[in-house]
């Protein structure tokens, strides 16, 4: 069986090209584009990884896996986001992510990304 993905971002058409570029390796079981929407989809699927921008509306990124982890969700959390911020890299774990992709990253990092993480390990784009 074919891990579970989630992905959470406010750009529509960047969202459905990261699906596609998903599709052949993982199961994504929903695209949602905000926070809000992304807590009750996550509660509701419970997929194995969620792909997730930080800058989203209603409710942001950070916050909304904050809120997720304290109901116990057991998803392996992978940001994937323009910025290189340390302190946001920083802040990213904290909330309960296990990885950090920028989103000028090849596919195929992404992708080797989530390997990582569904393996147990921690990854971090090697450009920050």
Known sequence: MRPTILI???????A???ASLL???FELVGIVSDGKAL???ATRLSPEVIVVD???PVINGLDAIRQLKQTGSSAKVLFL???SDARLLSEAFRCGAVGYVLKQSAGEDLI???REVI???RYITPTI
């Open 81 to 83: 986001t323009m910025h």
């Open 8 to 14: 959470a971002d406010d750009h529509k058409m960047f």
């Open 54 to 56: 930080i800058s989203m």
């Open 119 to 121: 393996a147990g390990r």
């Open 23 to 25: 599709e052949d390796d």
């Open 16 to 18: 459905e090209g990261l």
């Open 112 to 114: 080797f990304a989530i």
């Open 39 to 41: 807590i009750e989809e």
